[in-house]
């Protein structure tokens, strides 16, 4: 097990600034997803801790030890790491055992604590009974399992996993979700997991950290980043909902007043009375209301998604000042398109520091 460090970590190609002034600590035996949007600098922050890139300037760490920086950096095999590539990176014309044994004998590791090694590792990932066949003879969530396989029977400090289910199917995808759990359970290893999907980072990590564009945009438990975003970009990437411009109209302590579109509604969070402010709604937040409610928005359904438990609606608010559509969870027969509704604004969350932008909505399709 080891921590891992970025100290004002910078990498660019070319022009293109992928990781930009990061500083990140990771905790040893910590389960950390890296969730962005493609090209946010995820994976280059990934290949900067297995060594297969250097960085521009900062320092990269692993158990407190630098092992990176401007101008060189120490070789990926002497950093006691293990990696599982979406692509799985099996040997084609290995069986399963010689795939997952073939960094240990790169390695020298002798011949009778390489056997133990593999089989403890296959063992683990319920692989035991395929140690002869070929990956082509197996499934894709099978591979996987070898891949992960190989990293573990290496004993690594520290795990990097880089979109490893991107090419599993939905059901395989969540099975496999818990398996990356109880392996982190079971070995303790600090796990660094690169993913777009934020409902993989959501239900796996401990904290979760959002890049947009090179930066680091927010870290926080997965509780906190859908509750409290940060900023607009994370409000906008995690969970689905609605950026609003508001007006604070009353303030005490973190319960606040707001004035959205002539109503007043709850929210959370610091902000002065008189402040125009952007405020965050989740559509979980937002519920279809009676025509006779006070402080309800009325609109038009515009489009509804139904997602088992419940139909997500888009409505489009009523008036020249709400240009685009908030969503709306909802349990129960839906309204069909075009049907008019009132909306109740349960909770929001105001933005920090946000100032409030142009338009009543500008709307987040989740990723």
């Given at each position: 097990m080891a921590s891992v460090g970025f100290e004002a970590v910078s990498k660019r190609f070319g022009a293109t600034k992928a990781v930009e002034g990061v500083d990140l600590a990771i905790c040893d035996g910590e389960f950390i997803a890296l969730l962005g949007p493609s090209g946010c600098g995820k994976t280059t922050l990934l290949r900067l801790v297995a060594g297969f890139e250097e960085p521009d300037t900062g320092t990269v760490r692993i158990a407190g030890d630098?092992?990176?920086?401007?101008?060189?950096?120490?070789?990926?095999?002497?950093?006691?790491?293990?990696?599982?590539?979406?692509?799985?990176?099996?040997?084609?014309?290995?069986?399963?055992?010689?795939?997952?044994?073939?960094?240990?004998?790169?390695?020298?590791?002798?011949?009778?604590?390489?056997?133990r090694r593999v089989m403890g590792a296959l063992d683990m990932v319920g692989?035991?009974?395929?140690?002869?066949?070929?990956?082509?003879?197996?499934?894709?969530g099978q591979r996987q399992r070898v891949a992960l396989a190989r990293c573990l029977a290496m004993q690594p400090r520290v795990v990097l996993l880089d979109e490893p289910l991107a090419n599993l199917d939905a059901h395989l995808r969540e099975s496999m979700q818990q398996e990356f759990a109880r392996f982190h359970r079971e070995i303790g290893a600090t796990?660094?997991?690169?993913?777009?999907?934020?409902?993989?980072?959501?239900?796996?990590?401990?904290?979760?950290?959002?890049?947009?564009?090179?930066h680091l945009e927010q870290i926080a438990r997965p509780q906190a980043l859908y509750r409290e975003p940060a900023s607009e970009m994370v409000a906008r990437f995690v969970g689905r909902g609605a950026i609003a411009p508001v007006e604070v109209v009353a303030a005490e302590g973190d319960r606040l007043t707001v004035d959205l579109l002539?109503?007043?509604?709850?929210?959370r969070g610091t902000g002065r009375v008189g402040e125009r402010r952007?405020?965050?709604?989740?559509?979980?937040?937002?519920?279809?209301a009676g025509a006779d409610e006070p402080n309800t928005i009325w609109g038009r359904v515009t489009a509804a998604s139904f997602q088992g438990a419940s139909t997500f609606l888009k409505v489009r608010p009523d008036g020249d000042?709400?240009?685009?559509?908030?969503?709306?969870?909802?349990?129960?027969?839906?309204?069909?398109?075009?049907?008019?509704?009132?909306?109740?604004?349960?909770?929001?969350?105001?933005?920090?520091?946000?100032?409030?932008?142009?338009?009543?909505?500008?709307?987040?399709?989740?990723?």
């Open positions: 630098a092992v990176g920086g401007p101008g060189w950096s120490l070789a990926p095999e002497k950093r006691h790491i293990g990696m599982v590539f979406q692509s799985y990176a099996l040997w084609p014309h290995m069986s399963v055992a010689e795939n997952v044994a073939f960094a240990l004998r790169v390695r020298r590791v002798a011949a009778s604590e390489r056997e692989l035991a009974g395929f140690v002869a066949r070929k990956p082509w003879e197996l499934s894709g796990f660094i997991y690169v993913t777009h999907d934020q409902a993989e980072a959501m239900a796996l990590a401990d904290r979760v950290a959002v890049m947009d564009h090179g002539g109503r007043r509604v709850p929210a952007n405020l965050c709604l989740r559509a979980a937040d937002v519920r279809l000042g709400a240009r685009e559509e908030l969503q709306v969870e909802h349990r129960g027969p839906a309204p069909g398109l075009g049907e008019p509704v009132a909306v109740a604004v349960a909770d929001g969350w105001l933005i920090p520091g946000q100032a409030a932008g142009d338009g009543a909505f500008a709307e987040r399709s989740s990723p």
